[in-house]
Every structure is written in structure tokens, then in C-alpha cells.
């Protein structure tokens, strides 16, 4: 991220660079390679919103399809942008619950917020592939430094791992994709992932879908909050490689049942203990 700021280069271009001199590839292959993911990315949101996906647990019921559908021609809440990310976002998610096919970014519990964010972009506000693949690579390159600082996994440092971290990531792809500087793109980041610091990973029945899906859908609309934050002049106190480091610390701090074991938080609550016992009940 120095590298962007000193030479004031955007992440993006950063990042490609970078993967040119690590794998040795043309600008032009990592171009279509993350348009190949892209593509991907894509189909699982699209399939998502157009078919009622159901999980064998059955705590997924196609809450995509019923959320886009209901919200279409209609005024809501939300502006069409952000009502979209929230219909991929949990699109792809519920797809990745019913084992298609997904990318996981950075992991597969929160593989909606990139595409959620990033796809609905591309289809309400700019169609170009150039700006679509930017911001892929914009959240790539931030993706590297929590990877590198910390972790993505959900074991290790609870959910700000996985969902706060893919925010953060998009937070930053959006920022860039608006215009934004690299050090606005790293304040949106910081915001974002400083929103998430100490979230519990609480999966019911061990499962990635309850809370899992849902947050994706929240993920994917604090990284625009983020964004637009700083878009316009705001900045985050505490900067973002420190941001990271606190949420690897914090992480690592939550006890074991509030990392991934399903032994805590909503998995641990009345109804999350019958929903365990219906879904081991219908197991095989």
C-alpha cells in the first residue's frame, strides 16, 4: 500500500504490477483470468436471484430471489445500487450454502460481498470491463495486506476476518471505482473493517449459513457506507494497516466457542440448539 501512496499509483494498477512480477504474466493474462473469476462470480449471483436455492439443512430458503423479486419496480428503502449488492451478496452466498460453485473472496463464507458490490456497479452505473476488473484487483491488492498482517480465517480471528474483511476489501474497490485516491480507498477500508472489530463467528450447527448469509448482505452495505464516507472527506483516526492489526489481536482474543465452532453466540441460543437437533435429525 506504501507503493500506491508514494507513487501515488492507484491500488489497482499496484496490485497488477505486483502479480506481473510475482508470477511473471502479462497485464493482458491476470486481465483475463479475473474476468474468467468474474464470470464466475457472475453466474452464481445471477443464479441466485433467479431460482429459489435451497440448502439440505434447509436453513436457506431462497431469501435472494424472494428479496430481488419483491423489490423490483418498486421505491424502497434503498436505491437501486446498493438493493442490488444486497441481492447478490446474498445470491452468491446461498449458492456457495448449496455447494455450487462460487470464488471464494476472500473466503466462502463471505464470497457475496465483492461480487455484490462490484457486479451491481457494473450493471446500474458504469458497464466498462476495465473499471470491473480494477476493482476486483483494487480489493486484491488490500486483500494481500490483511493476509499478510493477519488472516482470513474465522477459527483464528473470528468473523471480522472473513466478512469485515471482504468489506473492507470492497469498501475500497468501490472508492476507487468512484475516482477515489488510493488514501481515500484505504480510509474506506479502515471504516469499514473498524466496524466489524471483535464480531463473533457463531455459525448454527457448524454451518455457513446462519448467520453467515445474512452478514454478507450487511458486509456488502457497510462497504458502501465506507465508501461514501470517504468519498467525501471523511477519514478514518486510526490508519489501515493498524486497523488490521487490531482486528488480528481482537481476533485472536475471542474465546474458542465465539471462533468458528459453533458452540457459541446464535448457535448457542434456544432456537439455534433446535435448529442443530432438526438439522442432525434429517442428516443421512
Do not use: W
Not at 508470477?23 to 431460482?51: D, N
Not at 458504469?126 to 473499471?131: A, P, Q, V, Y
Request: charged share 20%; proline share 4%.
Amino acid at each position: 500500500m506504501q507503493k500506491a501512496l508514494n507513487e501515488n499509483k492507484s491500488i489497482a494498477e499496484t496490485a497488477f504490477e505486483f502479480e506481473m512480477q510475482k508470477h511473471g504474466r502479462t497485464r493482458e493474462e491476470i486481465f483475463g483470468e479475473m474476468l474468467r473469476r468474474i464470470q464466475i462470480m457472475r453466474e452464481a449471483a445471477h443464479k441466485g436471484v433467479r431460482e429459489e436455492i435451497t440448502t439440505k439443512s434447509g436453513l436457506v430458503r431462497g431469501n435472494a430471489k424472494k428479496f430481488f423479486s419483491s423489490t423490483q419496480g418498486k421505491t424502497t428503502i434503498l436505491g437501486p445500487v446498493l438493493r442490488k449488492a444486497i441481492a447478490y451478496s446474498l445470491a452468491v452466498a446461498e449458492v456457495n450454502s448449496a455447494m455450487g460453485l462460487v470464488v471464494a473472496a476472500p473466503t466462502a463464507g463471505s464470497c457475496g460481498i465483492l461480487p455484490g458490490a462490484m457486479l451491481s456497479l457494473h450493471e446500474e452505473i458504469d458497464s466498462g470491463r476495465e473499471k470491473l476488473v480494477n476493482g476486483f484487483m483494487t480489493a486484491s491488492g488490500i486483500g494481500m495486506v490483511i493476509a499478510h498482517r493477519a488472516t482470513f480465517a474465522a477459527s483464528v480471528a473470528g468473523c471480522a476476518a472473513e466478512i469485515g474483511a471482504s468489506a473492507s476489501m470492497a469498501a475500497g474497490a468501490i472508492t476507487e471505482f468512484f475516482g477515489g485516491t488510493p488514501r481515500q480507498a484505504l480510509h474506506a477500508s479502515a471504516i469499514s473493517l473498524k466496524s466489524t472489530l471483535g464480531l463473533a463467528c457463531d455459525p448454527v450447527g457448524g454451518l455457513v449459513e446462519v448467520p453467515c448469509n445474512k452478514r454478507n448482505a450487511i458486509g456488502v452495505a457497510n462497504s458502501f457506507t465506507a465508501a461514501e464516507l470517504a468519498l467525501n472527506g471523511v477519514e478514518s483516526a486510526i490508519p489501515f494497516e493498524e486497523v488490521v492489526d487490531a482486528m488480528y489481536r481482537i481476533g485472536k482474543r475471542l474465546p474458542s466457542e465465539l471462533r468458528e465452532t459453533g458452540k457459541g453466540g446464535l448457535a448457542a441460543t434456544p432456537t439455534g440448539l433446535r435448529i442443530i437437533q432438526v438439522v442432525n435429525s434429517c442428516a443421512p
